[in-house]
């Protein structure tokens, strides 16, 4: 299949929304190589997603004012880098992606009077009933305002996974699967253009970050057999490895900031590469 082929299959019914996208942009090309883009790239990279340069901009100014990107003038050009009150999320983001998987130390069990089930669902924790949620023990900090209380075993291991919509997160993971399994097996008997790949990136990226950051992450142990979070990692893993060569050279031979081009690699991409 050509390569626009490919790239029009993972494209077909993705709903993409140009925040969104830009987002992704910004956190897997652009900040591991300084946080500053011109504007005229941004542009670039989203018409070859079917983003207009009227939607970009758009989407750009919403992003400024809810505090993730703020812009800077260059003569007659605009950049715009991340806002340091989203740098936060967006390591945090890069820690799932790219980093090891932690394992679990049991389970967190939290009694948090001020945390509503939505600010739950988001922070991937199970709700227990009233205000009571559960979640995998990483140890990560406890919520402000809420008691933590920890268990190895607790009582009914095998129907935890019941506090969450498991079958919504399969769901997405299948159709991810679907989606670039062509790709995946396009790529083994051949490549695709420098332009091309990084549009496969992101396109993968973005798809795995929007389903890997609502999966709570649980032990296998209490997981449906047929769970395909894994696959759907591998998957990830083994795109990202390869697209990443040709995606590169395409950043260091057309992404602009505000001190020339983009490098191809930084340690910073380097380190999420390795994590790999």
């Known amino acids: 299949m050509p390569e626009t082929g490919l790239i029009a299959e993972v494209l077909d019914g ?7 996208f830009i987002v992704t942009v910004y956190g897997d090309v652009v900040v591991p190589r300084g946080g500053v883009l011109w504007t005229g790239t941004l542009i670039d990279i989203c018409a070859g997603v079917g983003i207009s340069e009227s939607l970009v901009r758009t989407a750009v100014s919403r992003l400024v004012a809810a505090h993730r990107l703020r812009g ?3 003569g007659r050009r605009s950049y715009y880098h991340l806002d340091a009150s989203a740098h936060q999320e967006f390591e945090q983001a890069a820690v799932l992606l790219f980093g090891p998987e932690i394992e679990t130390r049991g389970w967190q069990i939290l009694h948090a009077p001020d945390l509503s089930e939505d600010a739950a669902r988001l922070q991937r924790m199970g709700h227990m009933g009233g ?7 990483r140890g990560q900090p406890v919520p402000e305002g809420a008691l933590a209380f920890r268990a190895l075993d607790p009582e009914g291991i095998e129907r935890v996974a019941h506090f969450w919509d498991l079958s919504a997160l399969q769901e997405r993971y299948l159709d991810m699967i679907a989606r670039f399994a062509p790709l995946d097996l396009a790529l083994k008997d ?3 253009s420098d332009e091309a790949a990084l ?4 396109l993968l990226v973005h798809v795995y970050r929007n389903v890997m950051l609502r999966d709570p992450r649980l032990p296998r142990n209490v997981l ?3 769970w395909k979070g894994q696959e759907a ?5 083994r795109l990202y490895r390869h697209l990443s060569p040709a995606a590169e050279r395409h950043i260091a031979a057309r992404f602009e900031g505000v001190d020339g081009y983009l490098p191809a690699q930084t ?3 380097e380190a999420r590469i390795s994590g790999l």
């Open 190 to 192: 051949g490549t695709l």
């Open 14 to 20: 993705i709903g993409l929304r140009s925040a969104s």
């Open 199 to 202: 549009t496969a990136r992101l």
């Open 224 to 226: 449906p057999s047929d």
């Open 267 to 269: 340690a910073a991409s």
């Open 131 to 137: 205000q009571v949620f559960i979640r995998p023990d």
């Open 233 to 237: 990692r591998a998957l990830f893993r």
């Open 72 to 74: 800077e003038r260059v």
